[in-house]
Structure formats: structure tokens, C-alpha cells
């Protein structure tokens, strides 16, 4: 079998893509724990979402952040505010990963 070239990533792809990690090979993933924002105002919908990350309840966990499709105003606050929180390790955006919900949620590994 010929083995696949990854870029500039290159090892550290190809063990994420061997433990599972990688985007294509998510499809086993649960998420430990979910909150669902989707049909709250934007406004409310954030701070119930910075009261679940900062208050530390969900920490060392994989949390599902349902943000619903729409427009998408909830799907790009959410997911800025995941790149920009330090209590936030890691984002998976929706349509990378094989869920029911697609793009209408967002993982955050705390």
C-alpha cells in the first residue's frame, strides 16, 4: 500500500487520522455533553454559552453547542467566540463532522 503524503502536517496528521481525530474519521464520535442555543436571541444565546464554558461545569469534556442553521448569525458567534476562549482546546465545526445535526452545531473540547 503506498503511503499518503499530508503536507506540511505530516506526522502529527497522520496520527490524528490513525487515533480517530481526523475530520473524515469521526463518524464513531458522541459528544459527552450538548447545550442548545438555536431560537434564543443572539445576545441571550452567548452569554448562556459563556456561563456553561467559563463556569467550568462541562471542563475536560466534549460539549455540543446546537446553534440551529438559519442565517448562520449563531453558528459564526459561536464559533468565534470557541477560537477566542482559552478555556476552549479545540473546535470541530459542524459540517466536518458526521452528526445528525451538520452545520447546525459546533464541538468545543474543554
Known sequence: MRSRNFGRRGRSFAREVKRGEAPFTRAKFTPDASIDLHGLH???AMRRL???VEGGVYRGEALAVIHGKG???LRERTRRYGDGASEVKRVWNGEDVPLPE???VTIFFL
Open 71 to 73: 442565517r448562520g448569525i
Open 102 to 104: 451538520g452545520d447546525g
Open 42 to 44: 443572539p445576545d441571550d
Open 50 to 52: 459563556r456561563q456553561a
